[in-house]
């Protein structure tokens, strides 16, 4: 018995083995197209996450709607996955793909602005209450620029992340915690980059350390997620995010708050719901309808700086390091006015909520009818469940409570009944098309896989 997670390991492998023979048997096409996609592919996908879920390769997809999606054997499920929160407010949107397929055939790229990016711009402010934005084609390329304006701006090199952080594959946040000391994140190669000069990481919810790290002033930014959402969920402790604005402010040091998972919060995220004050906010994945996309906004303070320092000098040419060819492009910008016009709506995130909360008891009771020591952590639409009795302090407590052969066994279990949940963790989103019926056959396929595993 693992007392930690309440199930025997043998259990697990047993159930594996199962899911997986099941899997195999009831997924040629997909298998047959994977055998071939190896054949050219690295390990048989365009991006080799793609071939990391549970099963044993991956499904490939025929179509997805709403909150339904369809695999090249034509099994359907219900996807709490949502691209990992690419398409959280539902695949093929109406109102979105209208105007996408319209405007690609008005020019998708032609290098000049829109008038949608002035509506954006000024529905953004209103928003998330900062009075600059910018765009960028991915949530990574929008934290990087956060941090060379930061650099810039207060001419100190580190930034500051917390343990089981993940902003993306930015060179400076790939460091992770061990015995108290910051180390290169496994297997993340650190592509020169030289940590002790550029990064600083510490546990989330802890203020102490914050205070220390940032009394030396050599720190530019702190990056961090509202709540923490890449570790499974590790919730803020009250008053933290209070002393990290107060400790950012007095010690000079600029706050990116990344939203790109937590706008599962409100229309307004995380930021707008609990009254955050960032110095720049990141924004990507799910805000224009799957075309890529990101924007960040920020105070007037850095924009004074950006504007400076971006000047066209002379009509010279200006490269400046903030880039993306197609970043803020008119299809982009038509994708994200419609989403945040037409889907990033009260009513949306109401039902949203609606429904997280239905999955969220679900698990709940079945967690306490089980007697299991697992809890469950909910943020507006974002509901996850971890392999612990309370919820992580930080994520060094995550990481310490998780166990990736039990959340395998789960998911494939769950995919072999038609429900697909997001990789690496125990992750679901709902989105406005999620209906009581793709939440209850999570539910059912869930008691059935814990009954098993007991
Ligand atoms: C909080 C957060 N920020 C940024 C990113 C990077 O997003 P992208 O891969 O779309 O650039 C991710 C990706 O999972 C994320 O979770």
Redesign the pocket.
């Known amino acids: 018995m693992n007392t930690l997670t309440g199930i025997e390991q043998d259990r697990i492998t047993e159930l594996l083995k199962n899911e997986e023979n099941m899997f195999s048997r009831k997924n040629p096409r997909s298998r047959d197209l994977h055998l071939k996609g190896k054949q050219s592919l690295v390990h048989g996908v365009p991006m080799h996450w793609m071939s990391n879920w549970a099963s044993p390769f991956p499904l490939y997809l025929k179509k997805a709607k709403g909150a339904w999606l369809m695999d090249v054997d034509d099994h359907e499920y219900a996807d709490f996955c949502l691209g990992?929160?690419?398409a959280m407010f539902g695949h093929g949107n109406e109102d979105v793909s209208k105007v996408i397929s319209d405007q690609v055939y008005k020019g998708s790229t032609v290098m000049l602005p829109t008038e949608d990016a002035v509506w954006i711009g000024e529905n953004l402010q209103k928003r998330f209450g900062l009075p600059y934005w910018q765009f960028t084609t991915?949530?990574?390329?929008?934290?990087r620029f956060a941090i060379r304006i930061s650099r810039i701006m207060t001419g100190r090199d580190k930034v500051l992340v917390f343990n089981g952080?993940?902003?993306?594959?930015v060179d400076e946040t790939q460091v992770s915690m061990a015995s108290g000391k910051m180390i290169s994140q496994p297997g993340v190669h650190p592509n020169a980059t030289d940590f002790n000069r550029t990064t600083k990481v510490i546990e989330f919810n802890d203020i102490e350390a914050l205070d220390e790290a940032l009394s030396s002033q050599d720190v530019a930014c702190v990056l961090t997620?509202p709540i923490m959402?890449?570790v499974g969920m590790v919730p803020v402790k009250q008053g933290f995010h209070e002393a990290l604005r107060e400790i950012t402010r007095r010690t000079g040091t600029l706050l990116i708050i990344?939203?790109?998972?937590?706008i599962s919060t409100s229309p307004q995220g995380y930021t707008g719901a609990y009254g955050l004050e960032p110095d720049i906010l990141?924004l990507?994945?799910a805000i224009a309808g799957g075309i890529?996309a990101?924007f960040y906004g920020m105070s007037t303070e850095v924009a004074e700086v950006m504007h400076k320092y971006t000047e066209l000098d002379n009509y010279k040419i200006n490269h400046c390091g903030f880039g993306g060819t197609l970043a803020g492009n008119a299809l982009t910008l038509r994708a994200i006015r419609a989403t945040l016009e037409k889907v990033m709506t009260d009513n949306n995130y109401a039902h949203m909520k609606t429904m997280a909360e239905r999955f969220e008891k679900g698990v709940t009771d079945i967690i306490r009818e089980f007697h299991l020591p697992w809890h469950v952590t909910r943020i507006g639409a974002r509901v996850e469940y971890m392999f612990s009795k309370e919820a992580p302090l930080n994520g060094g407590e995550a990481l310490e409570a998780n166990d990736p052969r039990l959340q395998a066994a789960i998911h494939l279990f769950l995919l072999n009944r038609g429900v697909l949940m997001t990789p690496f963790h125990n992750m679901a989103l709902m989105c406005p098309q999620t209906r009581e019926e793709n939440v209850d056959k999570h539910t059912e396929a869930f008691r059935e896989c814990v009954k098993q595993l007991v």
């Open positions: 990992d929160s690419g991915s949530a990574t390329d929008a934290n952080k993940y902003h993306g594959s997620e959402t890449n990344d939203e790109t998972h937590t990141v990507g994945k890529p990101a």
